[in-house]
C-alpha cells in the first residue's frame, strides 16, 4: 500500500482540524488514525512534522477515538512513542503529555481499570518530582510544567483523585524556586480545595479528617472517579457546605497564608487562579476568616490587571461585609467607575467593568435576584464621568447611555437635568445621522433611542422632541424606514403604553401624505407606502388621509403604469390592513374607490384580480364576515377561511398560514429498505458488442456514452419518527430536500411525496445519488409539508448515513452476457489492475476465520448480486462492485486452509480502508489480517 | 476557569468584493476538548457544542456589526432592541451544529478578529451575569495578551510578520495555555530559558535572568488631552494621564527597586493609579500636585463663510510654564464636505504651511520652537473647488471645525512629576546604571471653530 507522502501532512492536518466532516467524507476515522500513528511510529519523520501529526488528538480526540477501547489502545500506542522519543526533542515529548491527557480523559478512559491511565498517571507524578531539575537537568524542565499542567486538568476533570497526595505536592511546591513553583502551586492549591471540598460534604467532626487529608502521601484516590464531585455552588444564592471544625486550623491557615504571600510571585493569570481556588477553600472551612485575604487587598484594589480586580470582585462578593467595611466597599466602587473609563485600559476592559457595576455585589443588596441593578452609592454624581459622548465607540456609548438612564431614573424626579443630557446625546447623534453617518452609527443611534425611550417613556417633554425629530430625520431620509418601523414594533413590544409610538405613526403619516407630489420619486414612494402599511395596522390612526393619498398618487403618478408587482401589492398591504380596521366605515368609500381604481389602473394582472378581490369582499361582506375572513393568526379554526386570508397575505407574509413554522422535534425519519439489490442499476445497454471486440474493449466504451450507469439509487421507507404530536397524523404535499455535507456527489434533486397517513403502510422514497467520488457520506435531509388543518412545516430529519457498501453495483454489462464474458471481463480488469503502476491501483489481502459450511451462506447473503463465478466444491468466488462513476473493486475469495483469504483489487487505493472496514463487517469474526 | 475554543479570524472590511458573503477566513483556531467535556456535564441538556470554524465566522461578524456590508438594514445585524453593550457576544449558530453560543469574547484589530468561547462555569439557565463568571476576565486577558502578541503595537500588522506570529502560536500557546486553562497571556517579547534555581523562589512574571551590565531606567511619559472651545459658554477642557515605566535589567531573582516620583509641593493628588502586579508597594500618599495642569498650547480658531471663500483666524499661544523646546509641533486643518481645497491664500507668522489638496488638509508646521512671544498666527482665506468630492464627515458639517494638534516635548511633564536620578535605589550586588527620561505628547487635542458648533465632548462640562 502507498504511503502517504510526508509532505502532505500540514494540508491534511489542516483540513482535518477545521472541518473534521468534511475531511472524513474522503476517508475513515479508523484509517486516519492508523495512517497518523503509523508516522508517528516512524523514525525518518521529523519532530515538527510529529508534532503537527498530535494537534488531531489535542482538538479532536473524540473523533479519532469515538470509544473507550480506541482510546485506550491509541493512548497505549502514544505513550509507547513518548517512551522512544529522545530527550531532547522537547516539544515532541510536551505535545505527546498533552494527546495523551486529551485521549485519556475525553475517551472516559481515566480510571483504575485501564491499565495506561495508571501508568499515565504515573508517569506525569514521576515527572514532577524532579524539582529544580536537579537530577535531569534543565532540559526537563518545559516537561515538567506540561506535566503539571496535565495532572491540574485531570483533576479539574475528576475533582478529588489528588486529594492523598497534599503533603507531597505541598513539599514539592515548597522546593521549587524556579518558576515552575507557579504550576506547582496552582496544582497543589486545585488539590487541597478538591479534598475539601469532599470533606465538606462528608457528615460529622472533620477536625481529624482535615489533618489527615493535609497529611496525605498515598495513591491516587480512585474512587473520585468512580463518584464525581457535584459542582461547587457558584452563584450567591447556592448553598455552600461546610467543613464542621470545632478548632482553629493552625496548619491549615498557614498554609493558605503562605500561598497568599508568595501569591505576588506568580503571572496575574495564575494569580488570579490561585486567589479563585482559596476564596472557595476560606469559604468551605469556618475556622477560617475571610480576613485572612485583607494584606493583599490594598495590593488587588489597585492593580491594572483585570484577572486580579475581577478576584477581588468574586471575593467581595462571597465574603461581602466579614472582608469588607462599607467604607471599603465605597471605595471599590469609586474604584470601579474609575477603571471603567481609563484612558490606559482597553474598550473590552472598560464594557467588562460597567457591567460589574451593575452587579455590584452589595455589603446590603436591596435585591438580590441576580438582576442588573445600580449599587446604592452610585449616585448622579460619581456616574457623571460615564456619560455618553459622539467621541465613544458605539458599544461604549450604548453601555454608557443604559447606565446613566438607570442613574437618573432613581435620581430626584425633579431635576431632569442628567436625563437633559442624556437627550442631548440623543441630539447629537441625530445629527451625525442626517448628515449622512456611516450604517454603524445609524444602528447605534436607533439602539439609543429605543434604550432612551424604556427608560423614560413617560417623560412626555422628552418624547414629543423625539417624535419630532424622528420624523424630520424620516423626511430627510426615507430609506431609514425599515429602522423606524423596527423602532416601533420593537417598542410596542416592551411597553405597554402604546401612545409614544402611535404619535409617532401619527407624525410620519401626516408628514408623507402632505408631502408634494411632484418630489416623488419610486424609490421614495416604496419607503413611504412601507411606512403608511405600519400605520394601517394601527387601530386608534385615522386612515382616511392615508386614503386619499394613495388615490392622488395613483392618479396623479406613473404609479399605475410604472410600478410592478412588488409596489402594488405594497399598496395591497395597506388596503387589506384598512379591510380589518376598526374604523373601516368611515373609509368606506375611499377604500372602494382605491380598490376600484387598481384593478382598472394597474399595470399588473395579478395585482388587479387582487383588488378585485378585495373590492367584493368589501362591497358584499358584513363586518363581522370580513374580520372573520381576514384575522391572521392560528386561533382560526376553518382551513379554507384562513386559505382564503392567506391568499391575501402579499409579500408581507404576515399571515400565519403563509408563514412556515418549525417543528419542535423530529416528526419524520428515512429507515433503510432492505433487500432491494436488484433496480440498483439505472442503465443497461442492449447492445452485445461486435463479435470478436475484446470484452475489455467492449466494456470501456460504453463509459463514452455521457450519463452512463452513473446512477445509485436508494430506497427508504418515509416514516415517523417515534411518537409525533396528533397533529402530525395526517400529512400532505411532503417535500423532502437534501443537503450535501461533502463534494463527493452531485446535488440531490428534491422528491415529492403525496402524502403520510399515520395508519398506513410508509410510502417507499427512491433516492438517487450520482457520485463524483463514491466514499461514504451523509446526507442532511429536512421536509416542508402540510397538516390537514392548513398549517405549512419545516422539520428537519435525522441524518442519512450513505455507507461505502450503499454505491456498490452490479458489472453494469448487457444482461444477455454469458457467463464466460463476464469471467473474461473480470480476468482482464484483474490483470490490468495489477499491471498497471503502482499508486495507481492496488491489491492486498484480508483474513478472516470461517467454519468450513458457513462460506456459501455468507456468499450468498452478501455477495450474490455481485457474484463473477463460483465453484462451491472448492469454495473459490470471484466477486465485482462497481461503483460509479468508474471504479472497481474485484475480490477473489477462497477458503485456505485455515482461513478464508480475500484478495482485494481496485482501481482506487483509497478504498482501501472502507474495503477493510467493509469487509470487518461482513466477516463473522474478528480478522487477523 | 478555562477558554473552550479559540479563533484568530481575518476580516475585510465592506469591498469584499463578492458583496454580503462571508468576507472572512480563518487564519487560527484551537480547540480544548477536556474543557468541552466539562463544559457538556456542566451544561447538560442544554449544552451546544462548538461548531467547526466555518460556522462560527458568520454569526460573529454579524453580532459584530461586520457582515452583509451592502445591505442597509439586516434584522438580525441591526435590530435596536438587541443590546450590544455587553463585552460577551451571543453567536447564533446555524446548520447542524445549530444552538446559541455564549460567553464569547472578540477584539477586533486591523483586519483580524481574535474571538474565545469561555467556560460557564455554572447552571446555564437563567444565564448567570457575567461578572459571576471568572473565565471572563481570564479570557479578556488572553486575548490582550495575543493581540499584543500578533500585532505588536501597530494597528495593523503587515502579512509576513503575522504569518510568522501564527505560525509560532501552538508552540505559545503549549507553553501558556496547553489544556485550555491559560497559566499566563502570549509575551509579545521572546522568553528565555529558566536560569539555575536558588534559594528564593523566582517570579513567574520575570522574563529570564539578566547577564550583562546592570542598567536600570525609568520613563514617565505623559499624554495630554484638550478641547478647545473659544466660547465663555462652554468651558475648555483638558486631561492629562500617564505612565511610570520601570525597566530593571539587573542580576539577581527578586531584586528590589525603589523609585521615588516626586510633585512639586502642595496641590491635588494623581488620580486612579493602576498598578503593575510587580509593584510590592505603592505609598500614594507621596502623590500631590503641585498646581492644577494648565493644557500647554492654547488656541483659538475662527472660521467664517465669506462670498465664496472661507476666511481662516487662528492663534496659538504657548503656555509660559513649558518649555519652548519641541521634536514635533503641527496644526493639522482639515475641512470636510466642501470638495476639494482649490485656492489657499493663508499666511503664517511662524513655521511653513504644506496643502494637501486631495485630503482637503492644511498642515501649519511649527517645527522645534515657538517665537520668543510664544504666540503664533495663522490668517487668509480658503476656497473649493465645486466637486461633490473631497472627504466627507457626518459631525464636521457647516461650520463645525477643528483644528487638531500634534506634538511631542522631551524632557517635560504636565504634572510637574518627576523621577531624580538619584532617588532611584536599586537593592542588587552590582551597581547599575540609571537613566531617567520624561516626555509629553499629545492626543485628541482640539481646537474648535468658535464662530460654529462645537460636539459635547464631555458631560463634565454641562451639568
Partial sequence: MASTNASSWPRRISSFTSSPSQFLSGTTADSFLDQVLHELRDDRISESTKVLLLTPFLEHPTILCPFPAVGEETAVELLAIF??????????????????????????????????????????????????????????????????????????????????????????????????????????????????????LQKGGADDDLKRVLAGNEGFAWKAVETPLPPYPVSSTGQISVVQTSTDNKELKSIVSLLLEESYLLTPLSQATLLRELIEVVAMVQA????????????????????????????????????????????????????????LLSVQQKLFYMDCILHFPENRPISSNGEESLPVLVTPHL???????????????????????????????????????????????????????????????????????????????????????????YSKHCYLAPNVINLIDRIQEHLEDPKWSIRLLQALQKLIVELPLVQMNIQNLGWHLKILGRVSQESQVSQGKTL???????????????????????????????????????VFTELADLLQYI?????????????????????????????????KGPNVEQTKVRSLSSLMAESEGLSNCLTVQETTGTVLKLTKVHNTNVHRVSQQTDSEGHEGEDVLTFYRKQFSSPGFSSKVIL???????????????????????????????????????????????????????????????????????????????????????????????PLPVPVGWSQEKREKLFDHLWSSMCEEEPGQSATSLFCFEIGNQELPALIESNFSAYLISQEPEKQSYKVMFFLPPQFHVLLTIANAEDAVQVRIATDNWDFLPFINTYLKSVAPQTPRS | MSVRALWVFSHERGDGGGGGGAGGTVCFSRRFPTVERRAKALAGALYVAVPEDGAVLQPLLTELGLSDGDKAFVLSRDDCARPQRSPALELRVQGRDRGVLWPVLALVQGGLILACLVLVEAPPEPRPP???????????????????????????????????????????????????????????????????????????????????????????????????????????????????????????????VMVTLTLPPNGSPLQDILVHPCVTSLDSSLLMASSVPVPPILGSYQLKEEENQLRVTATLKLHESVRNSFEYCEAHLPFFNRGHVNNVDVKVSCGQLEVSREKSLLVWVLGQKFPKSREVTLNGTVNFSELSSGPRDPLCTGLTAYIKLYFRVPDLTLSGCCVDQHSVQVYSSAKPRITTSRELVSSEYYIWNSAGEAPISSALMVL
Avoid at chain 1, 414 to 422: E, I, S
Avoid at chain 1, 558 to 583: A, F, I
Wanted: negative net charge; hydrophobic residues 40%; proline residues 5%.
Fill in chain 1, 383 to 473: 456616574a457623571a464621568s460615564l456619560l455618553p459622548t459622539v467621541f465613544n465607540d458605539s458599544r461604549t456609548m450604548l453601555c454608557r447611555l443604559s447606565l446613566l438612564s438607570l442613574v437618573y431614573l432613581e435620581a430626584d424626579e425633579n431635576d431632569d437635568k442628567g436625563v437633559g443630557y442624556l437627550f442631548s446625546h440623543l441630539m447629537a447623534l441625530h445629527r451625525i445621522v442626517e448628515n449622512h453617518g456611516t450604517r454603524e452609527m445609524t444602528v447605534t443611534y436607533f439602539k439609543s433611542v429605543f434604550t432612551f425611550l424604556t427608560y423614560f417613556y413617560h417623560n412626555e417633554k422628552f418624547t414629543d422632541d423625539l417624535t419630532k425629530s424622528i420624523s424630520e430625520l
Fill in chain 1, 599 to 631: 384593478m382598472q389602473h394597474y399595470n399588473d394582472v395579478d395585482i388587479q384580480d387582487h383588488a378585485r378581490f378585495y373590492y367584493t369582499l368589501l362591497t358584499n361582506l358584513s363586518r363581522e364576515k370580513l374580520s372573520g375572513v381576514l384575522t
Fill in chain 2, 130 to 256: 457575567l461578572p459571576s463568571l471568572a473565565s471572563v476576565s481570564q479570557g479578556l486577558s488572553l486575548l490582550a495578551g495575543l493581540q499584543a502578541f500578533l500585532c505588536g503595537t501597530g494597528a495593523k500588522p503587515d502579512g509576513e510578520a503575522l504569518a510568522s506570529k501564527l505560525a509560532l502560536l501552538p508552540s505559545v500557546l503549549l507553553q501558556i495555555c496547553p489544556l485550555g486553562t491559560p497559566l499566563d497571556a502570549p509575551q509579545a517579547g521572546s522568553v528565555a530559558a529558566p536560569g539555575p534555581s536558588g534559594s528564593q523562589k523566582q517570579p513567574a512574571w520575570k522574563p529570564g535572568p539578566h547577564r550583562g551590565r546592570a542598567v536600570a531606567s525609568v520613563s514617565l511619559s505623559e499624554t495630554v488631552r484638550s478641547m478647545q472651545y473659544g466660547k465663555p459658554s462652554r468651558q475648555d477642557l483638558w486631561d492629562v494621564f500617564g505612565t511610570v515605566n520601570c525597566k530593571c535589567e539587573v542580576e539577581g531573582v527578586l531584586p528590589n
Fill in chain 1, 715 to 809: 430506497e427508504y421507507h418515509l416514516t415517523y419518527a417515534g411518537d409525533v404530536d396528533v397533529t402530525f397524523d395526517k400529512l400532505f404535499s411532503i417535500c423532502l430536500h437534501f443537503d450535501l455535507t461533502d463534494s463527493n456527489y452531485e446535488q440531490v434533486s428534491d422528491i415529492s411525496v403525496p402524502c403520510l397517513f399515520r395508519n398506513r403502510k410508509p410510502p417507499v422514497v427512491r433516492v438517487t445519488l450520482q457520485p463524483r467520488q463514491p466514499y461514504p457520506s451523509t446526507l442532511c435531509a429536512s421536509a416542508m409539508f402540510t397538516t390537514d388543518d392548513g398549517l405549512s412545516w419545516h422539520t428537519q430529519l435525522e441524518d442519512i448515513p450513505v455507507c461505502f457498501s450503499d454505491v456498490f453495483l
Fill in chain 1, 548 to 586: 386619499c393619498f394613495l388615490l392622488s398618487v395613483l392618479i396623479n403618478t406613473s404609479l399605475c403604469t410604472t410600478g410592478d408587482w412588488k409596489m402594488g401589492s405594497v399598496v395591497l398591504v395597506v388596503c387589506r390592513n384598512l379591510l380589518q380596521h376598526p374604523s373601516l366605515h368611515r
Fill in chain 1, 83 to 200: 517512551c522512544q522519543v529522545p530527550h531532547k526533542s522537547l516539544q515532541l515529548r510536551c505535545q505527546l503529555l498533552v494527546a495523551i491527557t486529551s485521549v485519556l480523559v475525553c475517551t472516559s478512559c481515566v480510571s483504575s481499570e485501564v491499565e495506561v491511565a495508571v501508568g499515565f498517571l504515573d508517569l506525569l507524578y514521576q515527572t514532577i518530582q524532579d524539582t529544580n531539575d536537579h537530577k535531569n537537568g534543565q532540559q526537563f524542565y518545559y516537561l515538567r510544567l506540561t506535566a503539571c499542567d496535565c495532572l491540574r486538568e485531570i483533576e479539574t476533570c475528576y475533582p478529588g483523585l489528588l486529594s492523598q497526595k497534599l503533603e507531597a505536592l505541598y513539599l514539592l511546591k515548597q522546593q521549587e524556586t524556579t518558576p515552575l513553583h507557579q504550576a506547582y502551586s496552582l496544582l497543589y492549591t486545585l488539590a487541597l480545595k478538591n479534598a475539601i471540598r469532599l470533606l465538606s
Fill in chain 1, 288 to 343: 477560617l476568616s475571610p480576613a485572612i485575604f485583607k494584606s493583599q487587598l490594598v495590593r488587588l484594589i489597585g492593580t491594572v490587571e483585570i484577572t486580579l480586580l475581577h478576584a477581588t470582585l468574586l471575593m467581595k462578593s462571597t465574603f461581602t461585609d466579614s472582608l469588607f467595611t462599607t467604607e471599603d466597599e465605597n471605595f471599590f466602587i469609586k474604584r470601579l467607575v474609575s477603571m471603567a473609563q481609563h484612558p
